[in-house]
T-cell receptor, first 110, second 115 residues
Framework: KNEVEQSPQNLTAQEGEFITINCSYSVGISALHWLQQHPGGGIVSLFMLSSGKKKHGRLIATINIQEKHSSLHITASHPRDSAVYICAVTLIQGAQKLVFGQGTRLTINP | DTGVSQDPRHKITKRGQNVTFRCDPISEHNRLYWYRQTLGQGPEFLTYFQNEAQLEKSRLLSDRFSAERPKGSFSTLEIQRTEQGDSAMYLC?????????????FGSGTRLTVV
């Protein structure tokens, strides 16, 4: 079992829909990251969370430390939101390296 | 500072050849990480540097792989005697640790295709 699991693996929706991507982890973490990866490979950091909730524009990220679960929400989705969204955690121990989920491929159709 | 730069963006090589990739991190960042990403998967940790010291290597990093970060600035990742299984996106990231929780800044990656 992977230390970081995301669901769904693929998600297709219509423009304007509310999107939720889930992430569960099984290890002790100091932070959880939501990342966005566009075709071509570049990764952009969206959020870093250690508790609670953060909002940036149409994006909202929440984390429940007790349940070891995080969600990324996109409100009023737009075709430009189409990308792979990756959940990653910073382990408490070790090099503070990131352990990644497998990613969720999001496609928003106009 | 324009972020983390990786060079080249794409590399096609024949099996058995050696390849070298370069990563230029954000200048104030003391940590530099190399990750490998295969198609449809999340990135996997390969190795990291704190300044010029290589502090951890994944068991994914076979003897054919070597990484350096001379003077604690840019880093190179060399793969000797490439195999088809080495085909992947190689990502570099940098961060400033300590300093509390730090965002990671990623480069655009080097896509390696071994034919």
């Amino acid at each position: 079992k992977n230390e970081v699991e995301q669901s769904p693996q693929n998600l297709t929706a219509q423009e304007g829909e509310f999107i939720t991507i889930n992430c569960s982890y099984s290890v002790g973490i100091s932070a959880l990251h939501w990342l966005q990866q566009h075709p071509g490979g570049g990764i952009v950091s969206l959020f870093m969370l250690s508790s609670g909730k953060k909002k940036h524009g149409r994006l909202i990220a929440t984390i429940n430390i007790q349940e070891k679960h995080s969600s990324l929400h996109i409100t009023a989705s737009h075709p430009r939101d189409s990308a792979v969204y990756i959940c990653a955690v910073t382990l408490i121990q070790g090099a503070q390296k990131l352990v990644f989920g497998q990613g969720t491929r999001l496609t928003i159709n106009p | 500072d324009t972020g983390v730069s990786q060079d080249p963006r794409h590399k096609i090589t024949k099996r058995g050849q050696n390849v070298t990739f370069r990563c230029d991190p954000i200048s104030e960042h003391n940590r530099l990480y190399w990750y490998r990403q295969t198609l449809g998967q999340g990135p996997e940790f390969l190795t990291y540097f704190q300044n010029e010291a290589q502090l951890e290597k994944s068991r994914l990093l076979s003897d054919r792989f070597s990484a350096e970060r001379p003077k604690g600035s840019f880093s190179t990742l060399e793969i000797q005697r490439t195999e088809q299984g080495d085909s992947a996106m190689y990502l570099c990231a940098s961060s400033l640790i300590p300093g509390g929780q730090s965002y990671y800044t990623f480069g655009s990656g080097t896509r390696l295709t071994v034919v």
